[in-house]
């Protein structure tokens, strides 16, 4: 079953706020893969840069006046930080960088696999500008018994009880000069759905 570029031949190209011509994957939460002709592009354009939300209930925007982010757990100093704050309190840093989902490919697994099914657009490549997450680690105090540092997404289950969708890395990981909290994708703000 393959899928082609086509608008027109292929009623899976799908188009979301700020996503243009996307293979729609599932709609419920949004998956988008980046259609194979945007892929031999250096830098993955944001309108084609693909979408993998793990649980159904996403947020339709994000006020980014009022949002915060938080940092708990084994620090010597919580922190809620604006957007401002990440902008104005930090050296902003800057990096090209491939994310690709874990799952990328997972159709061609000969045995099949569950989960969503993609081919070859659950990656992109983009210039991110952001933070080091080292430097905020550094204000929030993290203490040397720290082991992990765990990132939660805002999207959420459709029903109490569904589990959280929470990732992490080691703290020595999170000390690097790579990693970073991203709030500029290719020059303009991270599409809403990334």
Not at 61 to 86: A, Y
Request: aromatic content about 6%; hydrophobic content about 40%.
């Amino acid at each position: 079953n393959k899928k082609n570029d086509s608008v027109a031949d292929n009623p899976f190209l799908a188009h979301y706020p700020e996503k243009a011509g996307m293979i729609l994957l599932t709609d419920r939460p949004p998956q988008l893969e980046t259609p194979l002709r945007v892929l031999r592009q250096d830098i993955t354009p944001n309108e084609s840069f693909f979408v993998r939300w793990h649980l159904s209930n996403i947020l339709r925007e994000i006020d980014v006046d009022t949002f915060h982010l938080v940092i708990t757990g084994d620090v010597e100093k919580p922190l809620s930080l604006t957007m401002n704050d990440l902008k104005t309190k930090f050296k902003p840093c800057s990096i090209i960088a491939l994310a690709e989902c874990a799952g990328n490919s997972r159709s061609l697994f000969k045995p099949q696999v569950p989960g969503s099914q993609w081919v070859n657009g659950g990656m992109g490549n983009a210039e991110w500008k952001g933070v080091k997450v080292k430097d905020i680690l550094e204000m929030a105090g993290v203490k040397k018994d720290a082991v992990d540092i765990s990132f939660d997404g805002l999207d959420e289950g459709p029903l109490p009880g569904v589990p959280d969708f929470v990732k992490s890395i080691s703290v020595a990981h999170a000390m690097d000069d790579e990693v970073m909290i991203a709030y500029q994708m290719n020059g303009k703000d991270i599409p809403m759905l990334n």
